[in-house]
């Protein structure tokens, strides 16, 4: 595949097959990610993998209880009740791994930084035969010091980018992209 194939095929991903991926890919998708730009060459990234099965039902059962007592507080949450009522329901959409970026403050540009490096991973994970989703439900309980506690993670540090990675199961539909709006373009 080229880039173009790349960028345009990459696709969220919410079902996954029963097998987990190698450390080798995983450590090489976290590499291709740390070739992304940053900020004063900060590179304000760190990483955490999780590939517990019962961490994750844990994090998604609390997320999606906390979530839910926040629905009457905010309207953004609405469209996911039902969602979130659903026993059956994971955030991480059943996954075998959970790639978790985690930003250091220090840069004021960490959130761009992490992002852009999550970029790279998806786009990596696609090209090698993976699907990943960026799941931003994950946030709520990632963010929380006792997470980054037991995840060994410094409590300064905040969670920016928690994907997902994994086989596919099915074909994921292509979300039409709006026109995008160009205000000017001065010559
Ligand atoms: C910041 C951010 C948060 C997201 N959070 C979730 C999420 O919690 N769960 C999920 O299934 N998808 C999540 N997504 C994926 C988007 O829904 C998806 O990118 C969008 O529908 C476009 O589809 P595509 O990625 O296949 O092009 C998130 C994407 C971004 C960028």
Not at 42 to 60: A, G, H, I, N, T
Not at 145 to 151: A, D, F, G, V
Request: overall charge neutral; some cysteine.
């Amino acid at each position: 595949m080229n880039l173009n194939e790349i960028i345009r095929g990459r696709r969220s991903v919410r079902a996954y097959e029963d097998r987990s991926v190698p450390e080798e890919v995983i450590k090489e998708l976290i590499d291709l990610g740390i070739q992304a730009p940053s900020a004063s060459r900060m590179q304000p990234w760190s990483f955490v993998v999780v590939e517990d099965k019962e961490l994750m039902r844990e994090w998604s059962d609390r997320t999606k209880e906390l979530l839910l007592s926040q629905m009457d507080d905010n309207a953004y949450l609405k469209p996911y009740q039902a969602m979130m009522e659903n026993k059956k329901f994971n955030i991480f959409h059943k996954a075998p791994c959970l790639l978790l970026i985690y930003g250091d403050p220090i840069s004021p540009a960490f959130v761009v930084d992490c992002s852009l490096a999550a970029q790279n991973i998806m786009l990596a994970a696609f090209d090698q035969g993976l699907g990943s989703c960026w799941i931003g439900f994950a946030v709520h309980i990632g963010d929380t010091p006792e997470m980054k506690h037991r995840l060994g993670v410094p409590d300064s540090y905040r969670l920016v980018a928690p994907l997902v990675l994994g086989y596919p199961r099915g074909q994921w539909p292509r979300i039409e992209r709006r026109e995008p709006i160009i205000f000017n373009w001065p010559k």
